[in-house]
């Protein structure tokens, strides 16, 4: 914590104080993340003292609970936003997954790799995970009833 031998208490409490302010700067950035404040939508029980909003504002992109505008990857799910939770100083997306997920095409290479799929069967259950767990936006494209899910380039 001390980066010269001179005055080293001073310095032990320069740090500490830079590190109080950095906790408070990363709080107030991640408040502003969500935005579009509610008090309709869908809940898990788990979840006592909670404030719902229907927008995440990333730094490349915005995911709102919009059916045009709700289609994210999470992990390796493909999943449609429902609603966004704050819980104290945490933020949450709550969300459903598709549980039929195969790549569109496979030759001359596995759209999989390129996370293009084909999906269907949407999960009845609700799941949630930190907003900062969602990796990319993505585009689902329906025709034909069947579904095409295409993520953006940010």
Known sequence: ?????????QQVVRRLSERCQ?????????SELLQKEHFSGSVLSRFDMYRQYKE?????FIVTTFSKNNCVLIGKNVVLVQNFVSVELDN???????????????????????????????SENLEFAPVTDIR?????LTQSGKTVVIPLIH
């Open 92 to 122: 949450y997306v709550i969300f459903q997954k598709f549980i039929d997920v195969v790549p569109l095409y496979e030759y001359p290479l596995n759209s999989g790799d390129l996370e293009i799929f084909r999906v269907s069967k949407l």
């Open 1 to 9: 914590m001390t980066r010269k031998p001179h005055a080293p208490l």
């Open 136 to 140: 990319k936006k993505c585009v689902c």
């Open 56 to 60: 995440y504002h990333h730094q490349n």
């Open 22 to 30: 950095s906790v408070k700067l990363n709080t107030i950035i991640e």
